[in-house]
């Protein structure tokens, strides 16, 4: 995931300046600026993204006793703050443009270096998609959908431009539609990445919080499991659950259900990494204080 956030980084940053030279003394034309912006902005999505994906590989110690993984949650904050001010610049420049019209000089020269940078968009969003489901991690999806968003962008940039030079001038309104798109993704990074901060539960960990249960209390000698925590880490989430055993059990006992249950676990949700199992007395058992685990 590493070397593809770099090489899109590279890339994006390339073509996006390109676009901005040629559409600012050229071909005056808002939307391959509005593009080039874009594409940079998105350079500097993966630019971020692989400092947090560098961050997350970081082991735990003493301070960071969870390790670094929320590090990657802080990278795709800090990649929608970049989105937000590109998609508000864009959205200014496209108003001036239609208050203000200029003619679009050489519109299909344009149309070639967004082609471009559209299939090289393309490419590089489909291969880190798949990179990024296998990872788990939210900051390389966001990653890929931005960079996936850039292409689509890249060719609704050639298709206008083809318009344009047709003698249909839609160049404001799709600079509009730029600063939406690039809007919607950022609001969407917000709420994921925020939520996880915040440590809350629901979607994924909903479900897994009900199949954990269902495991323990698959387990004959469980007669309840009350309390499920769950709290999402960047791939990877730490539980906690809470079991009700005879007060008789012994600890060698309890200690044996510990190892079935997170045995059971690691086999259907390899995601869950760490699984803290604590004992409570059945309140119908004489008996021994229960032991925990």
């Not at 593809?4 to 391959?32: D, E, H, N, P, R």
């Not at 590989?57 to 590109?86: C, D, Q």
Request: charged share 15%; proline share 4%.
């Amino acid at each position: 995931m590493e070397w593809l956030a770099a090489v899109t980084t590279v890339s994006l940053v390339g073509f996006g300046l390109v676009q901005i030279v040629l559409g600012q003394f050229v071909s005056f034309s808002v939307v391959l600026v509005a593009n080039g912006i874009d594409c940079i902005g998105d350079g500097f999505v993966s630019g971020i993204v692989w400092v947090g994906l560098r961050f997350v590989k970081k082991p735990a110690n003493h301070r960071f006793t969870f390790g670094y993984y929320k590090f990657e949650n802080l990278a795709s904050l800090g990649a929608a703050i970049v989105m937000f001010i590109l998609a508000t610049y864009i959205l200014v420049r496209s108003y001036y443009s239609l208050v203000s019209p200029q003619p679009v000089q050489a519109p299909l020269l344009g149309a070639v270096v967004a082609g471009a940078s559209a299939i090289v968009a393309l490419l590089l969003g489909v291969v880190k998609m798949r990179a990024g489901r296998r990872s788990g991690l939210g900051s390389a999806r966001l990653d890929a959908i931005n960079t996936i968003k850039d292409g689509t962008t890249s060719a609704l940039t050639v298709l206008t431009l083809f318009l344009v030079s047709l003698g249909y001038d839609f160049e404001p309104f799709v600079g509009f539609i730029f600063a939406g798109i690039i809007y919607m993704v950022g609001v969407a990074a917000i709420k994921e990445s925020g939520l996880v901060l915040l440590d809350a539960c629901d979607g994924e960990c909903l479900n897994l919080g009900v199949v954990l249960r269902q495991i323990a209390l698959s387990i004959p000698a469980v007669r309840g499991a009350h309390v499920v925590r769950l709290r999402q880490t960047g791939p990877v989430f730490f539980g906690e659950i809470e079991v009700v055993v005879p007060k008789s059990m012994t600890v060698e006992e309890f200690d044996a259900i510990c190892s079935e249950i997170s045995s059971r676990a690691k086999g259907q949700m390899p995601e869950i990494e760490h699984l803290a199992i604590v004992s409570k007395p059945a309140p119908d058992d004489q008996g021994s204080t229960p032991s925990s685990g």
